[in-house]
């Protein structure tokens, strides 16, 4: 991979360059950047990109795009700062006005193309791809059904409080429910989301497409409730956007060899291969970290091993023994290639 010399310059991931009209806060810890792009950028709601984080351009992060093609005047990019987190600390409080990132092109499947009526559930910033989706079913689709259940600590911490508002006033179709862990205020319901909420409030929940982002035990909870309600599975989406927790053995090692140059490496069963790559300095690129976006791609020769995601590999690439280094799970000896 060649990273820039300087920092307005394209890697071989991120070779959409964008300029920085603002930089919003939308809550205490949620900002948006709106980003001017001078070319065509194509993607479609609730997709997500990689972005070329600091000037040096060998770390990524992965961010949804919280816009929507036709109905935003900017690619935006909403974001939530993590405490010591390099890419949310950088874009929300080192980049400004004028200055320039840099883009992968649009990645992940969390999108929409379904005429069914649609029931979005949200948690947290997981709400930035709901709003993609929501922004543009309502604008092209009138007479499509737009269920949501928002859920938030309190009522602060509602990220586009204000446009939710308008586009509740502007379609009839649309049917927001926010809850508030704390503080609820009028309009608002106390609580988090149950199962119960949804059967009393969602009578039709079978017939709907559900789609679901947040957390990953709330994505799980909410994904078994609408199964439990009569959902198929293919009718129910989420957002794979973060690494699935796996159990690593401490106890019980395995080898992982690599051939070039020759090294073996002891580490505990369970580990992924990314972070026995970069605990052991292997050269690896990572940049989503969570099985979506295919920069991992690593190819193994033998060994006992599970995968919790393939996207982005073809089925020749698996063949080969390609894996998503994020997602793969060392059970046993491994030989990298």
């Known amino acids: 991979m060649n990273f820039p010399l300087f920092p307005d310059q394209p890697t071989a991931l991120c070779q959409n360059r964008m300029q920085v009209y603002s930089v919003a806060q939308e809550t205490p810890d949620v900002w948006t950047i709106s980003l001017i792009n001078h070319d065509v950028y194509d993607y479609q709601p609730g997709q997500f990109a990689l972005v070329n984080i600091g000037q040096h351009g060998d770390v990524q992060r992965a961010y949804t795009l919280s816009s929507t093609p036709g109905q935003s005047p900017f690619i935006q990019l909403t ?6 987190g390099a890419g949310s600390q950088w874009l ?21 193309e379904t005429r069914q009526p649609l029931l979005l559930l949200a948690a947290g910033c997981g709400v930035t791809p709901v709003m993609s989706v929501a922004r543009d079913i309502l604008a092209h689709h009138p007479a499509q059904s737009v269920q949501v259940f928002y859920s938030v600590r309190s009522p602060q911490d509602i990220i586009f409080a204000q446009e939710w508002q308008h586009l509740c006033a502007t379609y009839p179709q649309l049917d927001l429910t926010i809850l508030a862990e704390n503080g609820a205020g009028s309009g608002h319901i106390a609580g988090r989301l149950s199962q119960d909420l949804l059967q009393s409030r969602v009578p039709d929940i079978r017939e709907r497409r559900v789609m679901i982002c947040g957390p990953a035990p709330y994505m799980q909870l909410a994904g078994d409730w609408a199964k439990e309600l009569g959902v198929a599975a293919d009718n129910i989406v989420k957002e794979q956007f973060q690494a699935t927790e796996t159990g690593v053995s401490a106890d019980q090692q395995l080898t992982l060899t690599r051939l070039t140059p020759l ?6 069963v369970g580990s992924t291969l990314l972070a026995v790559m970069e605990q052991h300095k292997i050269p690896v690129t990572a940049a989503c970290r969570a099985g979506v976006c295919g920069s991992c791609k690593t190819r193994i020769l033998s060994g006992d091993y599970q995968t919790t995601s393939r996207m982005t590999l073809t089925d020749e690439d698996v063949a080969q023994g390609y894996v998503l280094a994020c997602s793969c799970q060392l059970q046993g000896d491994v030989t990298l290639a």
């Open 92 to 112: 929300t409080t080192q980049v400004k006005p004028g200055d320039y990132v840099w883009l992968s092109d649009a990645l992940g499947e969390f999108t929409c």
């Open 263 to 268: 090294q073996n490496y002891r580490v505990p």
């Open 79 to 84: 974001v939530r700062r993590i405490d010591g």
